[in-house]
């Protein structure tokens, strides 16, 4: 397991982190864009939903040791 991922994982299992996780999904996951949505504002929203994922992979790589 590499150490970034445990940090991932330490960071965001606090009541806090899990605060922030839960913010930045509100953000980008949980967001629907409406039918009228520009090809930027889509970029835009599959940027930052795949920063999220990314993170989230992290997070679970970190509590999973293999």
């Known amino acids: 397991m590499n150490d970034i991922e445990k940090h991932y994982a330490r960071t965001f ?3 806090s ?8 999904r ?12 520009s090809n930027e ?6 940027a930052q939903n ?3 994922y990314q993170i989230e992979n992290l997070i679970k790589r970190g509590n ?3």
């Open 13 to 15: 299992c606090s009541s």
């Open 50 to 52: 795949a920063l999220v």
């Open 17 to 24: 982190g899990k605060q922030v996780l839960s913010h930045l």
């Open 41 to 46: 504002e889509i970029r835009w929203w599959a």
């Open 64 to 66: 999973n040791p293999t």
């Open 26 to 37: 509100s953000l980008t996951k949980d967001r629907v864009l409406g039918p009228c949505a």
